[in-house]
């Protein structure tokens, strides 16, 4: 191994932490990092992901400590969306780069924080917003460039998540606001994220609905848990951990130092964050857009449409659904007063989000060139986070929402 690897301590270890950011990253990537820590609140937890990542590296519980005794150059964060900016800004102040998982974080006081210690430090924050590097994103991408359809007027985008995807969110911390700031800001920041780097511009207002219409309190019965629940013969969103060798390991075990289970109950009465949403956004460009995120539904995948005033660009991207998925994405080029249709077709890549995670990881690692401005770094971050909460502020209150009056992000 040369001297050009990167030390770096992954913080969290939860799925994405465990697989992504861990086993994936050392497969692919060993010739650029060096894990020299593993920290988690939960150490049991720990152990087990070290044991999948395949490490022998030293676990810590605290993050001063991980800094203090490991000394990284580079922080991945895994963890709860709600404390992302206490560990990025300590190691930022502790002079390390920071990759965290999306959302950056959950408030406009938190992503202030994390901005204000990136520009102390010098250092840099990338956020993991692999949807970007997704090939037919940035073919989509080249296309609105190239001014395909003229000049981009609206947009209509609508994402689908299905009853198992969909509902895990509602069995984990996720599922309310004080962790994950709702499916507005954890989920959507992916998609938020992507409009505002397809528009080239910045969210200016919002108008949304968000609504609890299928989980929580709307359930027809609820227990604590799936493991154990007199309901488990007859709920469609019954969750078998012992069938499940890997979540059953990261998880089941570690519950008894922390409380936290991973098959909770999707109907508990407790569940603060809506499952049903919609939002209009304006563009400080001028460019609107019409949104939606459903979690419950029987496909999986997304349908976005670009309008523009020389013609339109649609592209409905598969991942599960009860028919054959095809091997590449298709996107439609309509030019106005030209006839006909240009179908554009987008092999899929091997590798998580249709090759998305290993193309982001290759441009963060191997400095692979950045033509598009794929790479995000605290400020797209932010704004994402930014559309997010004016959503949920709008839903909430029934009023729209202008994103600059939530705060100034530094």
């Known amino acids: ?7 770096f301590a992954l913080v969290g270890t939860g799925n994405r932490g465990t697989t992504m950011w861990g086993q994936n990253l050392l497969e692919g990537w060993r010739d650029k990092v060096d894990l020299v820590a593993i920290c988690d609140t939960n150490p049991l937890r720990a152990e087990r992901a070290r044991a999948m990542i395949g490490s022998n590296v030293p676990i810590y519980t605290d993050i001063a400590t991980t800094l203090r005794e490991a000394r990284p150059e580079l922080v991945i964060v895994c963890t709860r969306d709600s404390n992302h900016d206490d560990i990025i800004v300590a190691a930022l102040d ?25 520009k102390r430090s010098g250092k840099r924050v990338d956020v993991s917003f692999n949807y970007r590097f997704a090939p037919t994103a940035y073919k989509l991408k080249q296309l609105l460039k190239s001014g395909a359809i003229g000049e981009l007027t609206s947009i209509d985008f609508h994402w689908y998540l299905d009853t198992n995807h969909g509902a895990d ?11 994950s700031g709702s499916l507005f800001v954890h989920k959507a920041t992916h ?17 949304a609905f968000g609504e609890l219409r299928n989980y929580g309190a709307k359930g027809p019965f609820r227990g604590v848990r799936c493991k154990g629940c007199e309901f488990a013969s007859r709920c469609d969103f019954y969750l078998d951990l012992d069938a499940d060798a890997f979540l059953n390991a990261l998880y ?22 809506p499952d ?7 563009y400080t460009n001028g460019v609107v857009c019409s949104y939606s995120l459903n979690t419950y539904m029987p496909i999986e995948g997304h349908h976005i449409a670009f309008n523009g005033t020389r013609g339109r660009l649609e592209m409905r991207q598969f991942e599960k659904q ?3 998925r095809p091997d590449h994405d298709e996107i439609l080029l309509v030019k106005s007063f030209a006839g006909g249709v240009e179908r554009i077709k987008v092999p899929h890549a091997a590798g998580g989000h249709f090759g998305g ?46 994103v600059a009056e939530l705060g100034d992000i530094g």
């Open 252 to 273: 089941e075990d570690p519950s008894e130092l922390d409380g936290y289970v991973r098959d909770a109950c999707v109907y508990r009465a407790d569940i603060d964050i």
């Open 1 to 7: 191994m040369s001297d050009e690897r990167r030390k």
């Open 94 to 118: 502790a002079g390390c780069d920071v990759i965290t998982e999306k959302p950056m974080t959950t408030s406009v006081d938190k992503i202030r924080r994390i901005r204000e210690a990136e």
């Open 357 to 402: 995670d290993d193309i982001m990881r290759n441009m963060i690692f191997r400095g692979a060139e950045d033509v598009l401005g794929q790479r995000a770094g605290s400020r797209a971050g932010a704004m994402s986070v930014m559309t997010g909460l004016a959503a949920l502020k709008s839903a909430r209150s029934g009023e729209m929402v202008r």
């Open 169 to 179: 969110y509602f069995r984990r911390w996720h599922a309310y606001v004080e962790n």
């Open 276 to 282: 049903t949403m919609t939002a209009n956004i304006r």
């Open 191 to 207: 998609h938020f994220d992507l409009l505002n780097w397809y528009t080239e511009a910045d969210p200016e207002t919002v108008a």
């Open 322 to 324: 009860p028919w054959e």
